[in-house]
């Protein structure tokens, strides 16, 4: 089982950024696939973001397309999400996941994150 932390979240004004970090208890291979999934309040988990580790491949909801980014640092097992022109739709918590499937089907994913929250206000 990987352990899975996410850090970053926090409160931003309507257009800010914030950059969400997710740090893996072990090396992600060649397989590996990570993504980022959100809950806003009163809604279901969805899917934001998604990487496979090794080659970079990525792909992200319509929603933040052109607006978030995902990526990796290979030597220290860390996943961001870098957020820009946050909306206040983008209110959620925060989850990473890992897996070896590139889909957006949340039970695909293995292991998770415990989540931060992002709030964005007007």
């Known amino acids: 089982q990987v352990q899975l932390v996410e850090s970053g979240g926090g409160s931003v004004q309507d257009g800010g950024s914030l950059r969400l970090s997710c740090t893996a208890s072990q090396r992600p291979y060649s397989r590996s696939v990570m993504g980022w999934f959100r809950r806003p309040p009163g809604k279901e988990r969805e899917f934001v973001a998604l990487?496979?580790?090794?080659?970079?491949?990525?792909l992200y909801a319509d929603s933040v397309k052109g607006r978030f980014t995902i990526s990796r640092d290979n030597p220290t097992n860390i996943m961001y999400l870098q957020m820009n022109r946050l909306k206040i739709e983008d209110t959620a918590v925060y989850y990473c996941a890992w897996g070896t499937q590139y889909t957006t089907v949340q039970s695909a994913y293995d292991d998770w994150g415990q989540g931060t929250q992002v709030t964005v206000a007007s």
């Open positions: 990487m496979r580790w090794h080659g970079g491949s990525t």
